[in-house]
């Protein structure tokens, strides 16, 4: 399914859309691949689960799949459209999964674990009147989430905290939920006995919006697998993830040949 102005007007309506197919074909089952790569599953560590019964892999994840799918023109163009600019720079997002004994309740908000990510994705306190001074997160669940695979809860913004109008975020593979960081939402409980439920997700915001973010990556510039995919980008890709625009004064012929030296690739297109 694509994005449209549809999905932009149910957006602003519920704080929340839900996309199914959003990713599919080969893709999916690439970044499915991956993922399973990235993150263990309950066969792999049921015998000593992780702390809480989930983890979350921070960014970069250790798959290049991973990180070009978040290189996706038409999120990034519905994130445009939304902050109504054409100047948006990514987010680190991060990867979790849940499994068997994973408990949702009782660390946010209250008993559900009802909460706005605002509080850690930036040093604002939430606008009521002006839907750029947020961000948007895309959150992929690239397999199957049932009913007791502890599903995001998430509530519409005319439900206000009313949890009895949650409606969880019960899937199939290669579904898309884009929300705000003024979206309540809440975990939910694992109760299979079996299986995990995987979720990989970034987020977007306007570029000069620098009180915002949820993890920075500034830091990242000699992770080997970072530069590697920096190194794929075009210089309007790149822009995206926060590098000086083309024609900018710091590239000389220094800078552009030690660029190359640590994103391999980078001259590949004579675009500075």
């Not at 149910?10 to 197919?21: H, K, S």
């Not at 999916?28 to 809480?52: C, I, N, T």
């Not at 519905?78 to 408990?103: D, L, N, Q, V």
Request: hydrophobic share 35%; aromatic share 12%.
């Amino acid at each position: 399914m694509e994005l449209n102005d549809g999905h932009l007007d149910e957006l602003e309506q519920r704080g929340y859309i839900i996309v199914p197919g959003f990713r599919h074909g080969e893709e999916l089952k690439e970044l499915q691949a991956a993922q399973r790569r990235a993150l263990p599953s309950w066969e792999e560590v049921k015998d000593d689960p992780p702390s809480g019964r989930a983890t979350l892999s921070e960014f970069p994840p250790a798959e290049i799949a991973l990180l070009r799918g978040t290189v996706h023109h038409a999120a990034w163009d519905f994130a445009r459209k939304w902050f109504s600019s054409e100047h948006i720079h990514y987010r680190a997002g991060c990867m979790i999964a849940r499994y068997p004994g994973f408990k949702g309740g009782g660390t946010g908000s209250d008993a559900s674990a009802l909460h706005l990510d605002n509080g850690n994705n930036s040093l604002l306190p939430p606008s009521d009147s002006a839907r750029a001074f947020g961000q948007l997160v895309f959150w992929h669940h690239l397999e199957e989430v049932g009913e007791d695979q502890a599903p995001l809860r998430l509530i519409a913004k005319q439900h206000g905290r009313d949890m009895s109008k949650a409606e969880p975020l019960v899937c199939e593979a290669g579904t898309l939920c884009i929300f705000t960081n003024y979206t309540m939402h809440s975990a939910s409980d694992y109760l299979r006995a079996d299986g995990q439920r995987y979720t990989w997700g970034f987020g977007l915001g306007r570029a000069d919006h620098y009180w915002e973010g949820f993890r920075h990556y500034t830091d990242k510039g000699k992770n080997p697998i970072f530069g590697e995919f920096i190194g794929t980008l075009t210089a309007a890709e790149r822009e995206v993830f926060r590098f000086p625009p083309a024609g900018h004064a710091y590239y000389t012929p220094q800078t552009l040949a030690a660029l190359e030296e640590q994103y391999p690739g980078w001259n590949a297109r004579n675009e500075y």
